[in-house]
């Protein structure tokens, strides 16, 4: 079977079609084309096989990916994707999101070697999109039914996944949210570009097709409390993301208010999914024909400027207080964001906001005390950048948990994120854990999937021999 592999001296790196800028910044479609099944295994056959692996170590999930590279490469393709499900509660999400860069293809050998990496992710997304078309994918039917009953509140990746892997140990599994769509960040915060939203809606429907009950449109600190849910569930999750937004509060005259980042992108999702959005049609959260400045150097306001220019703004620009290398944001999509046409003002801070414009102050990098290096301002001239829409991409942090616990002993972190025993993400209040975004603050949809196995197989254990299913 060899002969099948180790290709990547022969065959170059070549990941699937990626549309040209200039097409894709008409429309919100993904941005690039599936693989088709030669070029899939052509690029699978690319992996060399390593020992140790590295890109299955720098995979949050421990993914075996040389197993199922090696499985497609040979046209073995339900097998691949059986092996690629095994570990990943979404496969087709982190092949389309993770940023690859910094994780398993970043790692690659072959990319270490200068021969460009392995096409991991597409893969993974190839071998999922494939299992759907196929009908491969198992539905959720519990081959046993339990009398436990599982709370989990938030229906992002983290609580979406939990309620999957309970719901298939039998567990009865209500899951709680107060946005009226299943999804969390995949629905209302990453664009359709980066995710198709008939991915997560095709989760949530599966779900509910498998037994699990959602409450949507219930809120947390407004319709219950932590320990309301803990009297009337043998289990409770929290998994309501981080959504307090950073703010600067600028100084500056009245009449160009920001926009934060999450409120821009939610409109631009719901237009995307056809709601009536107030915000959007009375042009506030509408970059059409505007000159934008996205101040933020994440993968927030890389979807922000991308989104600002598929809008049909005047003119997007990026304004981030560090250079290109120190910047948080995915390189890739630094990249994407360029070919649209997106201006980059690297070492540059937003001073104050003027009618019409921000004024921007320079920024130097002390490289002294190592790391990233501290972020001081510039001897150079305040600058003017004409703007009629300034919007904020700063991170977020968890809203208070603390106050929503009703009694339930709930402690946070100085970061404020629900402090959790590290093994089992169980929370101070004994039945209570936690996962996601809301116990590492913002991150990514990987470790919030890897959070939910961690979470979903404590509670399997504790109540293994507790007492016999129903
Ligand atoms: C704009 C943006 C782009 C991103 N892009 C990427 C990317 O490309 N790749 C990547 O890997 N990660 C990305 N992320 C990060 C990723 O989306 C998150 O790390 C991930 O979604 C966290 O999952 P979660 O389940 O913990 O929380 P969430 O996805 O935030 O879901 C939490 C859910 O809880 C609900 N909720 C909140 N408060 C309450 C309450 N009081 N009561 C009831 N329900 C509540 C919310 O409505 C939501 O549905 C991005 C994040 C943002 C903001
Ligand atoms: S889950 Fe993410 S990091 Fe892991 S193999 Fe897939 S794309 Fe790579």
């Not at 097409?23 to 693989?35: A, L, P």
């Not at 104050?352 to 921007?360: F, L, M, S, T, Y």
């Amino acid at each position: 079977m060899a002969s099948r592999l180790l290709k990547f001296f022969k065959i170059a790196h070549e990941p699937p079609h990626v549309r040209d800028a200039g097409e894709r910044i008409c429309d919100f479609d993904e941005i690039s084309d599936e693989f088709i099944r030669e070029k899939a295994a052509e690029q699978a056959s690319r992996c060399s096989q390593c020992g140790i692996p590295f890109c299955q170590s720098h995979c949050p999930l421990g993914n075996h990916i040389p197993d199922w590279l090696q499985l497609a490469a040979e046209g073995r393709v339900r097998e691949a994707y059986e092996v690629s499900a095994a570990t990943n509660p979404m496969p087709e999400v982190c092949g389309r999101v993770c940023p690859q860069d910094r994780l398993c293809e970043g790692n690659c050998v072959v990319e270490k070697a200068g021969f460009g990496t392995v096409t991991i992710g597409a893969v993974e997304r190839w071998l999922t999109d494939t299992a759907v078309k196929e009908g491969w994918i198992a539905p959720i039917a519990p081959e046993i039914e339990r009398g436990e009953s599982v709370a989990i509140v938030g229906a992002g990746p983290a609580g979406m996944a939990a309620a999957e892997r309970l719901r298939r140990a039998g567990f009865q599994v209500t899951v709680l949210d107060r946005y009226d769509r299943a999804g969390g960040l995949m629905i209302y915060g990453i664009p359709n570009f980066k995710l198709d939203k008939s991915i997560p809606a095709r989760r949530h429907e599966a779900l509910r097709e498998g037994g699990v009950r959602f409450a949507l449109g219930w809120e947390l600190g407004r319709d219950g409390t932590i320990a309301d849910l803990r009297r009337s569930h043998d289990a409770v999750i929290l998994a309501f993301g981080a959504y307090a937004a950073r703010r600067l509060d600028l100084p500056g005259e009245a009449g160009m208010e920001p926009v934060a980042a999450l409120d821009f992108l939610t409109a631009s999702n719901r237009k995307g999914l056809g709601d009536a959005v107030p915000g959007f049609e009375a042009g506030e959260l509408n970059a059409h024909a505007k000159k934008v400045v996205v101040v933020g150097g994440g993968d927030t306001a890389m979807d922000c400027v991308r989104t600002a220019v598929r809008q049909g703004a005047a003119s997007v620009t990026c304004l981030y207080r560090r250079g290109r290398d120190t910047m948080p944001g995915s390189a890739r999509e630094v990249k994407h964001a360029e070919a649209e046409g997106v201006t980059f003002q690297w070492l540059s801070a937003p001073a104050r906001i003027g009618e019409g414009h921000i004024e921007v102050q320079p920024m130097k990098l002390d490289m002294s005390a190592g790391g990233r290096g501290t972020v001081l301002p510039d001897e150079g001239p305040v600058w003017r950048l004409e703007a009629d829409m300034v919007i904020e991409a700063l991170g977020f942090s968890p809203e208070d948990a603390a106050a929503m616990a009703g009694g339930a002993r709930i402690e946070l972190t100085r970061r404020g994120t629900v402090k959790a025993d590290p093994k089992t993400f169980e929370t101070g209040e004994p039945g209570v854990y936690a996962a996601g975004d809301l116990v590492r603050g913002p991150s990514l949809v990987v470790w919030a999937l890897k959070d939910a196995i961690t979470v979903s197989d404590a509670i399997v254990r504790r109540f293994a021999n507790a007492r016999e299913p129903a």
